[in-house]
C-alpha cells in the first residue's frame, strides 16, 4: 500500500526548499539546537524521518541515529544520502508500532508525526511502541498540528514560472482531514510533476496527553518559544 510522500519523494527536499526557502531551513536549524539542549549525546530514534532533515545533521555531529520510515519512497532517499555521505544509520522502512529494537535515550516524532494516526487505537500503539523503545528517564520530543491549522485550509501556494507547490485542507470527518499535494518544476534538468491525498487527524493535547500518562510519561514543563507558531505545539515527555 502507498504511503503519504512516496510518489514524489525524491523532489520532496526541492519542493520544501524552493518553497518555503529560510522559513524551512530557520525550523530545522532551531529544532537541532533544541535536541542539542535537551541531550548533549547518547542514542535517539527519529520516528518519520522523512529524507533525514534532522536524522542526518545529528548523526554528523556524532549521534548514534536510528531512522523510522514508513514511506518506502523517503526511506529510499535517506539511505540515498548515508551512502553519499558515508554515514552508518540503520533505516527501517515500517510504521511507529512495528519497529523494536534497543533502547536509546530521546526519542522524535516531529513535523506532525503523531498527526498521521487517525484512530485512537493506533494512536495509542505509537506512543506505547515509542514507551517501550526509551530507557528509563528517556525524553520523548514531538509535536502536534493545532486547531488553527487545520481551520486555514489553505497551506501552501507557491506559483512561479518553473515552480509551483500548494497544499490544502478539506475536511473528511469530525476531527479528520483530507491532506493535498500538487506541484510541478524541474529538478537536475527534468520535468517533474505529482499530486498526492492522505488522511491526518487533529488531536486535542487533552486527550493525548491522558494516553501519554496511561502509558507510564510524565510531562515536562517546558516550553520552546524559538518553535513556537499557531500552527504547532512543541511537547517534551519522560518516560518514568
Known amino acids: 500500500m502507498n504511503q503519504p510522500h512516496d510518489n514524489w519523494s525524491k523532489y520532496y527536499d526541492f519542493v520544501y526548499q524552493n518553497a518555503l ?3 524551512y531551513d530557520n525550523v530545522t536549524n532551531e529544532t537541532l539546537n533544541v ?5 548533549p549525546e547518547g542514542k535517539v530514534i527519529d520516528y518519520g524521518a522523512g529524507t533525514g532533515r534532522i536524522t542526518i ?10 531512522a523510522v520510515e514508513k514511506s518506502s519512497g523517503m526511506a529510499s532517499e535517506i539511505k540515498k544520502k548515508c551512502k553519499e555521505y558515508c554515514l552508518d544509520i540503520p533505516v527501517h522502512n ?9 533502547e536509546v535515550d530521546l526519542a522524535l516524532a516531529l513535523y506532525a508525526v503523531l498527526n498521521y494516526s487517525i484512530s485512537e487505537g493506533e494512536l495509542k500503539r505509537n506512543i506505547v ?9 528517556g525524553y520523548l520530543f514531538f509535536d502536534l498540528l493545532g486547531l488553527w491549522f487545520f481551520k486555514i485550509k489553505e497551506i501552501i501556494n507557491v506559483s512561479l514560472d518553473d515552480f509551483s507547490h500548494r497544499e490544502w485542507l478539506t475536511q473528511h470527518e469530525e476531527n479528520i482531514y483530507t491532506y493535498h499535494l500538487e506541484g510541478c518544476g524541474v529538478l537536475y534538468g527534468s520535468e517533474f ?10 488531536w486535542n493535547l487533552k486527550t ?6 496511561e502509558t507510564g510519561f510524565e510531562e515536562v514543563k517546558k516550553i520552546f518559544p ?15
Open 57 to 66: 545533521p545529528l548523526k554528523k555531529q556524532g549521534f548514534k541515529v536510528i
Open 129 to 137: 511502541a515509542m514507551y517501550n523503545q526509551l530507557k528509563p528517564n
Open 226 to 240: 524559538q518553535l513556537s507558531s499557531e500552527s504547532s505545539t512543541y511537547k517534551l515527555y519522560k518516560k518514568l
Open 21 to 23: 526557502g529560510d522559513f
Open 35 to 39: 535536541i542539542n539542549e535537551l541531550l
Open 94 to 102: 515500517c510504521s511507529i508500532n512495528e519497529f523494536n529494537n534497543e
Open 193 to 202: 510533476h505529482f499530486s498526492e491525498e492522505f488522511l491526518i487527524r487533529y
Open 208 to 213: 493525548v496527553n491522558n494516553i501519554f500518562i
